[in-house]
């Protein structure tokens, strides 16, 4: 079994994480689970003016790794193997042509995310995966 599990170093998304271990280490047949964090370089189109994209993209590099961190450790103390994706893009639609392209059984992500004035006026990245995945989608609270 493949689970995609995207995270944003909210409590969520840590407890999507502590949810996937626990049903990696119960599932019979081999589970490999992708970590994966999504920044919206979009949100820096102003600060392009005055920095370099390299400057941007080692921030952006920087931020996931650290949103990663805590998924990760969850993951290692539970003897799971995972791997780690970092993309830049629209959360939602990243989410989906992953799962997508990796042929993912699962995605499991916490039901709310960092950015909840964003959420209101956009709508939820957990929702829009969870409208337009093929896969199923485990939503934790």
């Known amino acids: 079994m493949k689970i995609l ?56 590099r920087e931020m996931s790794e650290k949103d990663l961190k805590g998924a990760q450790k969850v993951l290692d103390a539970a003897g799971v193997k995972h791997s780690m994706v970092i993309e830049q893009g629209h959360p939602a639609e990243v989410i989906i042509k992953l799962a997508n392209k990796e042929k993912m059984d699962l995605i499991v992500m916490g039901a709310k995310g ?13 929702q829009r995966v969870s409208s337009s995945a093929k896969q199923p989608v485990l939503l934790v609270k």
């Open 5 to 60: 599990l995207p995270v944003d170093g909210s409590k969520a998304s840590l407890q999507a994480a502590k949810y996937a271990a626990m049903w990696a280490k119960n599932f019979r047949s081999k589970v490999t689970i992708t970590l994966l964090s999504v920044h919206e370089s979009i949100t820096f189109n102003h600060a392009k003016k005055v920095l370099s994209k390299e400057s941007i993209d080692d921030y952006l």
């Open 114 to 126: 960092r950015n909840g004035f964003l959420d209101v006026l956009l709508g939820s990245v957990a």
